[in-house]
């Protein structure tokens, strides 16, 4: 099984893909970069990894952030990357930092009750 990477800060109704994408399969380890408030509010069934980010830091500093976190802890070669949480930001800094550590993605997204790869 591979590792899901996911995006999950600001959006109306995002979180629940999340939990769904989560929950409706088995995977090596969840990493969801977030800010303090999503750790803070974020509940699911499964164990999940947090990279903590502070959105409001320039880009360049978040893509070194979330690489700081995640370097070495991924396992495989790709991951499974779900964005449908967060901005464009966030989306930017999070596929830098995978392409730093040479990681490549297979984006999911859940829809009519499965994962699905795009």
Known sequence: MTDLVASLTTGKGTWAEVIRIIES???ENVFLVTNEFGIKNFQTKKKVNFVVINESK???EIVEDITK????????????????????????ALLAALIKLGHGVRYVVYENNQIKIL
């Not at 976190?69 to 930017?92: P, Y």
């Open 58 to 60: 320039p880009c360049s």
């Open 69 to 92: 976190q995640l370097k070495d802890r991924i396992k495989g070669i790709e991951v499974g990357l779900n964005l449908t949480s967060g901005t464009g930001k966030e989306h930017m």
């Open 25 to 27: 399969q088995e995977w």
